[in-house]
């Protein structure tokens, strides 16, 4: 729940156990609990599945290409505040927890920084995505991790499992953070992204993100 930024503010509104439905599934709950299957279910509810998960975003206005779509960038609602206050030239006094969707946008309209090292920038954006995001590909190779674990009649099993995420998600906190330094500073604190810095930072997410997919297959 932690590793995939589910943890409330309030201990009462964070979930024990949360449940990822077939796709075709529509699941409530009432005087007993209830599924129906539907293949032409709307998807008006919550879920991980593609047609919950892919949204679209609209931009246009100064310094935005006019590309057209584009159905290849990765990016989630995080990703809009940091992009706009870039095209608007403002920045917030707190980190952003998403970066700058450099890929739709007219380099010479970006931060210096940014587009001096614009290879380096978008590289590191990507990995950043995968792996702290909760969609990213270590969160979703998470889900079948934990859904295997929690499964299991060991509480031997069941309790190094729980180790192992915990020590998993502080590893992935922690190189999260320095990686949002980086593009934070890069965006709005005309910070240089040294190729060396990036170069490692990339190294240890494409690792970390490797590794979770590992504890996934082995768990099935």
Known sequence: ???LHMVSGDPLRT??????????????????AAVSINPRFAWMHGGIQPEIANTWLGLVGPGVNKGGIDDTTWTDHTDVRPTILALAGLKDDYLHDGRVIVEQLDPEGLPEEIEERL?????????????????????????????????????????????????FTARRDALAGKIKEVLEGAA???????????????GQAHGLIAEMKGLAAAAH
Do not use: C, H
């Open 15 to 32: 979930p024990t156990v949360v449940s990822w439905n077939e796709p075709n599934a529509w699941v409530q709950t009432g005087g007993g």
């Open 119 to 167: 290879d380096n920038y978008q590289a590191l954006a990507i990995a950043y995505k995968q792996l702290n995001a909760p969609f990213g590909e270590l969160s979703l190779a998470s889900i079948k991790y934990s859904t295997a674990l929690i499964q299991t009649d060991s509480p031997v099993a069941y309790n190094s499992y729980l180790d192992k995420m915990a020590d």
């Open 1 to 3: 729940m932690k590793l």
């Open 188 to 202: 709005f604190g005309d910070a240089e992204i040294r190729p060396g810095t990036a170069g490692s930072l990339l």
